[in-house]
């Protein structure tokens, strides 16, 4: 899946360093507004929904967020299979 080249810090608009915090509240921010019952027929606010949920699951759980982190350090997206859910 392409996802995994995508820069879930920047889909979140948060900081590399952001804390789990900073994380949380910029995931709540961006879901309520993408969230498809707020965007009734709206393909694209859905899609956006999506990736903002995988750039959440992936960076508020600390060890795939070390995984992504090292995978982004090294340029080796696409490789990394078992972190689709």
Do not use: C, W
Request: charged share 30%; glycine share 10%; no cysteine.
């Amino acid at each position: 899946m392409a996802t995994q080249t995508k820069d879930f810090y920047r889909v979140l608009g948060v900081a590399e360093n952001a804390s789990a915090d900073e994380i949380k509240k910029a995931y709540r921010k961006l879901a309520k507004q993408y969230h498809p019952d707020a965007n009734p027929n709206d393909a694209a606010a859905a899609e956006r929904f999506k990736e903002l949920s995988e750039a959440n699951a992936v960076l508020s759980d600390d060890e795939k967020r070390k995984q992504y982190d090292q995978m982004r350090r090294m340029g080796a997206f696409g490789g990394m299979g078992g972190m689709g859910g």
